[in-house]
């Protein structure tokens, strides 16, 4: 199967993206042809700094290098280093409805989010995100649940396409979604029922390349209700719900068996505990990025090679939509 995802450089890496993709990723590239970006176009799509920005790049690469992706068996580089991708949205652009792209959750959440800058680059990120997709002929997106109707659009962009300019035949793949049984939205320690997101207050992520100190102190703050029972319950206590899916992601225990272990403990003793699988569970990521950063030419090297790969199927998908939309 051919398989396509990828992360913006728009904030550091959570645990909330590890546990909904990356970590997914880590597992399909083991059968599965796969191809990971850093997107970086659609990060331009809300305010940033021109000067962070390839910073913010290149400590994604380390995520996905540190999280266990391999450049031998994945192709892996940077969105804007293959045009292909912004000729394909374009095309795709002249056939996808407005009205889909205005009733998209995350345009909707982003607008609110960022009322000075509601761009057209906002409403159109779908369609980027589609062209991705495509370009490669996608079988698969591993994702976590935020972006699931985006992938929707792209099966309907992929079927429109077809009807269209294929003679009904499949050119484009409709792909699926791939998303992990639970850890599919991680939610906010700030305010659990939002979910974690990189582009917001620090506070409420633990990215994954946080200090010790800092991720003892994030969880112990974490927003949680007033009882102090440890039990998981989704509606009556969110917050603490959401630590329990942490911890039973990191540990590979059950929820129902980390319940019995903090019988009678009380929430500070569980966040305790918790910060500390955290703090061990992250600790080759912090070493790791120590080690990549000191290997400037080997991670340039990574990017190069997987660019070269990106281009030479991106550029024959793009010869032929050219050729079915009459463009040559
Ligand atoms: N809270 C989450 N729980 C599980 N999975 C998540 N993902 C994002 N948040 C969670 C998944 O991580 C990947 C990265 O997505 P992205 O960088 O394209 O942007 P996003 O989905 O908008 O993620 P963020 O963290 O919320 O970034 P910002 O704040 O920049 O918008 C995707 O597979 C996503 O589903």
């Keep these: 199967m051919r398989i ?31 191809i990971f970006c850093i997107v970086d176009w659609h990060a331009l799509t809300v305010p940033y700094n021109p000067q962070e920005l390839q910073k913010s790049i290149s400590e994604k690469l380390i995520a996905y290098l540190a999280a266990g992706i391999d450049p031998n068996k994945s192709i892996i580089f940077v969105q804007s280093q293959v045009k292909e991708h912004a000729e394909l949205a374009w095309l795709l652009n002249t ?52 972006q699931e109707q985006h992938v929707e659009l792209t099966r309907t962009l992929a079927r429109k396409f077809n009807q269209k300019f294929s003679n009904k ?14 850890g599919a939205k991680i939610m906010s320690l700030t305010d659990p029922k939002k979910k974690m997101s990189k582009s917001d207050d620090p506070k409420s992520y633990i990215s994954l390349f946080d200090a010790p100190e800092s991720i003892t102190k994030k969880i112990m ?21 959401n630590l329990l899916v942490i911890y039973s992601l990191l540990t590979e225990k059950s929820i129902k068996d980390i319940e019995t272990e903090f019988r ?15 703090i061990n569970y992250l600790e080759p990521f912090r070493r790791k990025k120590k080690e990549f950063e000191t290997k400037d030419s ?14 030479v199927i991106a550029e024959a998908t793009m010869k032929e939509v050219r050729e079915k939309m009459g463009l040559i």
């Design 221 to 241: 703050s974490a927003e949680t209700d007033s009882g102090k029972d440890v039990i998981y319950n989704v509606t009556k206590k969110p917050g603490i719900s």
């Design 95 to 146: 056939i996808c409805p407005i009205g889909e792209l205005e009733r998209m959750t995350q345009y909707k959440d982003k607008s609110k989010k960022y009322k000075d800058n509601i761009n057209a680059g906002l409403l159109n990120y779908p369609v980027l995100m589609a062209a991705d997709i495509l370009l490669y002929k996608t079988q698969a997106v591993p994702t976590g649940k935020d």
């Design 4 to 34: 396509f995802s990828g992360i913006q450089p728009s904030g550091a890496i959570h645990l909330g993206n590890y546990l909904g993709a990356l970590k997914q990723w880590v597992n399909l590239q083991e059968k599965n042809e796969c």
């Design 264 to 278: 009678g403990k009380g929430y500070g003793e569980f966040k305790k505990s918790l910060a500390q699988v955290v």
């Design 169 to 182: 035949e499949e050119f484009f793949p409709e792909p699926d979604s791939i998303m992990p049984e639970y």
């Design 298 to 311: 080997y991670v340039k090297e990574i990017l190069e090679k997987g660019q070269a790969r990106a281009r």
